[in-house]
C-alpha cells in the first residue's frame, strides 16, 4: 500500500526494511514554494521519533548555517532521499534509493525551488547519478533533469561532516554562502527570522 497526498508520503510499504526499522514515515519539511530545498540522505533516530528531517545534532548545524545567513530554517524546505529511518543508521540500500525515488521527484516538481543543495554524498550521487568526491566537488553546480523537469543542484558536505573533522566546516560554509548568493533576494522572501 502506497500513497502520496501532495507532498507527504501518507503510506508505504515499498522497502520490507525499512518498513521494520521505522516508527513512522519522514517527509519533507518547509514551505511548500520554498527557493532553497535541502536534501539529505535518510531520517536519524531522532527525526524518526519526531517526525521531522535534520532534528538532530545536523540539524542544529544546517538550522545555525542557515541563520548565519539571515534564514530561519522555516524559509527553506528540507527532505531526504529516503523517507524512513535505515536500521542501525546504515545508508540507504540501492534499491531503497530508487524505491523512494518518485517521492523525492514528485516533490522536486512540485516545489520547484530555484536551487536544490545535496547534502553529502549519497543524496549528491543519487541525484547526479555518478560517483562524487563531496569535498572537493562542493559548491560546484550541476543543471539535472530528475523525472519530466531540470533543476540546479549544488554539492554539498553533510552538516554532521563538520562536528568530525573540523577542516570540513570550512568547505561546508563556503557551499552554503554560494547557494545563498545564488537563490539571493528570493531565500528569505518568507523569512520568520524577525519573529524570533
Ligand atoms: N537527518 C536527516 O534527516 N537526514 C540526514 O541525512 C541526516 C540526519
Same mark, same amino acid.
Not at 28 to 51: I, N, R, T
Not at 61 to 73: E, K, Y
Not at 142 to 170: F, I, K, M, N, W
Given at each position: 500500500?502506497?500513497?502520496?497526498?501532495? #507532498?507527504?508520503?501518507?503510506?508505504?510499504?515499498?522497502?520490507?526494511?525499512?518498513?521494520?526499522?521505522?516508527?513512522?514515515? &519522514?517527509?519533507?519539511?518547509?514551505?511548500?514554494?520554498?527557493?532553497?530545498?535541502?536534501?539529505?540522505?535518510?531520517?536519524?533516530?531522532?527525526? !524518526?521519533?519526531?517526525?521531522?528531517?535534520?532534528?538532530?545534532?545536523?540539524? !542544529?548545524?544546517?538550522? !545555525?548555517?542557515?541563520?548565519?545567513?539571515? #534564514?530561519?530554517?522555516?524559509?527553506?524546505?528540507?527532505?531526504?532521499?529516503?523517507?524512513?529511518?535505515?536500521? !542501525?543508521?546504515?545508508?540507504?540500500?540501492?534499491?531503497?534509493?530508487?524505491?523512494?525515488?518518485?517521492?523525492?521527484?514528485?516533490?522536486?516538481?512540485? &516545489?520547484?525551488?530555484?536551487?536544490?543543495?545535496?547534502?553529502?554524498?549519497?543524496?549528491?550521487?543519487?541525484?547526479?547519478?555518478?560517483?562524487? =568526491? &563531496?569535498?572537493?566537488?562542493?559548491?560546484? &553546480?550541476?543543471?539535472?533533469? #530528475?523525472?519530466?523537469?531540470?533543476?540546479?543542484?549544488?554539492?554539498?558536505?553533510?552538516?554532521?561532516?563538520?562536528?568530525?573533522?573540523?577542516?570540513?566546516?570550512?568547505?561546508?560554509?563556503?557551499?552554503?554562502?554560494? =547557494?545563498?548568493?545564488?537563490?539571493?533576494?528570493?531565500?528569505?522572501?518568507?523569512?520568520?527570522?524577525?519573529?524570533?
Amino acid at each position: 500500500m502506497e500513497q502520496m497526498e501532495g #507532498l507527504t508520503v501518507t503510506a508505504c510499504e515499498r522497502c520490507p526494511a525499512l518498513c521494520e526499522s521505522r516508527s513512522r514515515i &519522514v517527509n519533507g519539511d518547509g514551505p511548500d514554494d520554498a527557493s532553497l530545498l535541502f536534501v539529505g540522505e535518510a531520517p536519524g533516530a531522532q527525526e !524518526d521519533a519526531e517526525g521531522r528531517p535534520f532534528v538532530g545534532r545536523s540539524g !542544529d548545524v544546517l538550522n !545555525d548555517a542557515l541563520r548565519d545567513r539571515g #534564514l530561519a530554517r522555516s524559509d527553506v524546505r528540507i527532505t531526504n532521499c529516503v523517507r524512513c529511518r535505515p536500521p !542501525d543508521n546504515r545508508d540507504p540500500h540501492k534499491e531503497e534509493l530508487a524505491n523512494c525515488r518518485d517521492y523525492l521527484e514528485t516533490e522536486l516538481a512540485r &516545489v520547484d525551488p530555484d536551487l536544490v543543495v545535496t547534502l553529502g554524498k549519497v543524496p549528491t550521487e543519487h541525484l547526479l547519478e555518478r560517483s562524487v =568526491a &563531496v569535498t572537493k566537488e562542493a559548491g560546484s &553546480v550541476h543543471d539535472v533533469r #530528475l523525472g519530466d523537469a531540470t533543476h540546479r543542484l549544488l554539492v554539498c558536505v553533510h552538516p554532521a561532516a563538520t562536528l568530525y573533522d573540523r577542516s570540513q566546516r570550512e568547505t561546508f560554509d563556503e557551499a552554503l554562502d554560494e =547557494a545563498v548568493a545564488l537563490v539571493g533576494e528570493g531565500a528569505g522572501d518568507q523569512s520568520r527570522l524577525g519573529d524570533y
